[in-house]
């Protein structure tokens, strides 16, 4: 076992602790029914491993890569641009994005698009990166091939890597966006996770952890987390 293998056992035993996507899916387990229409904006061919197959009343993926129709997370995939989708109106109970938002050029477009295909009292979740934490402000001052060498390095193929923009990466933008079409903010928080973009030497990692113990210390700096959970309610006279 590795010295950074040592410490992240010793400082996060529990995968909550260092997975993000799992705290995601802790939240959106909450908000679908056994019954519900849901749909992965941006499913991609699966990576972020989720457990909703079967256990709701269909489950379709949307993306702009072919990959998503062997994606063995849905019981559908569906090529295609997440702010064009062909979808009727009012068509989801939920629909969610995990590490989709960071990716955004369009968020009008995007958030009218969420709008129309959920139905009324529906909700959309999303898990992104807060544009205010270090990797973020790290990640948008490189080009993208840097992001793709980095994270082949982290054993992500390279055409998992797409360009970034945060336009909507802060709480106050997803706020504002989601607001103005036609939503209301149910949950809104922030978290912070083991450093798994440092965990490539002792010191880095260290470094990271005693960062996030101090984010998480106080909500006073809740807004310097890594991640940004968020769940949007459609109005019902939206």
């Known amino acids: 076992m590795t010295s950074v293998s040592r410490w992240q056992d010793r400082l996060y035993p529990t995968e909550d602790a260092r997975d993000p996507v799992l705290q995601f899916r802790h939240v959106l387990e909450t908000y679908v029914a056994s019954d519900a229409v849901v749909l992965d904006v941006g499913a991609g061919a699966g990576r972020n491993a989720y457990d909703l197959k079967g256990r709701v009343g269909?489950?379709?993926?949307?993306?702009?890569?072919p990959r998503v129709l062997d994606n063995p997370l849905l019981d559908e995939g569906v090529?295609?641009?997440v702010t064009d989708l062909p979808f009727e109106d009012d068509t989801f109970d939920v629909a969610f994005s995990i590490y989709v938002l960071e990716h955004i050029?369009?968020?009008?477009?995007f958030v009218r698009e969420m709008g129309r295909v959920?139905?009324?009292?529906?909700?959309?979740?999303s898990l992104t990166p807060n544009r205010y934490h270090y990797v973020t402000l790290a990640s948008s001052m490189t080009s993208t091939g840097f992001h793709k060498r980095l994270n082949a390095r982290r054993g992500r193929p390279e055409e998992d890597t797409f360009p970034t923009a945060y336009k909507m990466n802060s709480r106050r933008a997803?706020?504002?966006?989601?607001?103005?079409?036609?939503?209301?903010?149910?949950?809104m928080s922030t978290i912070e996770v083991q450093p798994n973009y440092l965990a490539f030497s002792t010191p880095t990692f260290l470094l990271g952890a005693a960062w996030e113990r101090?984010?998480?210390a106080t909500p006073m700096l809740a807004g310097l987390r890594v991640n940004i959970i968020c769940a949007m309610r459609?109005?019902?006279?939206?």
Do not use: H
């Open 58 to 65: 269909r489950l379709v993926g949307a993306d702009i890569t």
């Open 79 to 81: 090529i295609a641009d």
């Open 105 to 109: 050029e369009e968020p009008e477009r």
């Open 118 to 125: 959920l139905r009324p009292g529906g909700y959309f979740l």
């Open 174 to 187: 997803l706020t504002t966006y989601f607001e103005g079409a036609g939503f209301d903010v149910d949950l």
């Open 214 to 216: 101090l984010v998480n």
């Open 234 to 238: 459609k109005r019902d006279d939206a």
